[in-house]
């Protein structure tokens, strides 16, 4: 019970980290200055973005998304890790929806709440599995 609860709170760690990078870079065309988000004098956003130099050629929108994605999958990859069913088949890609739903209870302030509900249309059983792109698209929409 003890190693459960660690889990799901590590993977709550891991969520609330990613939720408010994620909001940061959905909202770099807000009017609030970087320095607010990060603490330091304004950056240029793509000294904030990982890839290379001619990624500037993107639009900032589609950089944001990108490291965004990127964080994502890195997260992703950490609750699998740490996900109770990780012997059953399938493990390696997917992460099972009821876990995550718990982890991001545990997060507490209902970050995800408009990602989940919009996951969950149709509605579907609490033993689905969740995908790394599925995982993106629900932290994207859940920091706009």
Not at 14 to 31: D, E, F, I, K
Not at 85 to 96: I, K
Not at 128 to 134: E, K, L, Y
Request: aromatic share 10%.
């Amino acid at each position: 019970d003890f190693w459960v609860n660690l889990r799901f709170t590590f993977g709550a760690f891991q969520l609330h980290r990613l939720y408010h990078a994620a909001r940061m870079l959905r909202n770099v065309g807000s009017p609030m200055p970087l320095s607010a988000f990060i603490g330091g004098p304004e950056k240029p956003i793509a000294s904030l973005l990982p890839g290379p130099d001619q990624d500037a050629s993107l639009s900032i929108e589609r950089q944001a998304r990108a490291a965004s994605d990127l964080m994502c999958s890195e997260t992703f990859q950490s609750l699998i890790f740490v996900s109770t069913r990780a012997e059953e088949p399938g493990w390696q890609e997917r992460l099972p929806l009821d876990e995550l739903q718990i982890m991001i209870q545990h997060v507490g302030k209902n970050e995800f709440a408009k990602g989940l509900t919009k996951l969950r249309q149709p509605p579907s059983s609490a033993k689905d599995w969740i995908s790394s792109q599925q995982f993106m698209e629900l932290v994207w929409e859940s920091c706009g």
